[in-house]
Nanobody, 131 residues
């Protein structure tokens, strides 16, 4: 059974930090790119970060660049997302999702992850940033 399980969300004050995890199982981890999406209340889900374990490429949306850092532990089939300098506008449900890497061969992660290109989704973890 394919599973993506996010954890690490919570309530934090503006300027604080959180570390999210995305644990993957049931598929070959290094054959997929992992995207992080977030959905603020009343807004559409947006792709903010992409990483591939195969070629190590990453992409960060401008809204999170310099504050969020993504990394992988291939031995644990887990992706980590370090959130620093959090702002109230970072509030939302954070989802990880997986896209086949062969769709990105030759380019790697060079743009926001595409919602419609994801094969698998986690259920999300809520991040709330208070002002």
């Amino acid at each position: 059974e394919v599973q993506l399980v996010e954890s690490g969300g919570g309530l934090v004050q503006a300027g604080g930090s959180l570390r999210l995890s995305c644990a993957a199982s049931g598929f070959t981890f290094d054959q997929y790119a992992i995207g992080w999406f977030r959905q603020a209340p009343g807004k559409e889900r947006e792709g903010v970060i992409c990483i591939t374990s195969s070629d190590g490429s990453t992409y960060y949306a401008d809204s999170v660049k310099g504050r969020f850092t993504i990394s992988t532990d291939n031995a644990k089939n887990t992706v980590y997302l370090q959130l620093n300098s959090l702002k109230p506008e970072d509030t939302g449900v954070y989802y990880c999702a997986a896209q086949p890497y062969d769709e990105l061969i030759g380019t790697g992660c060079i743009s926001s992850p595409d919602y419609y290109a994801m094969d698998y989704w986690g259920r999300g973890t809520l991040v709330t940033v208070s002002s």
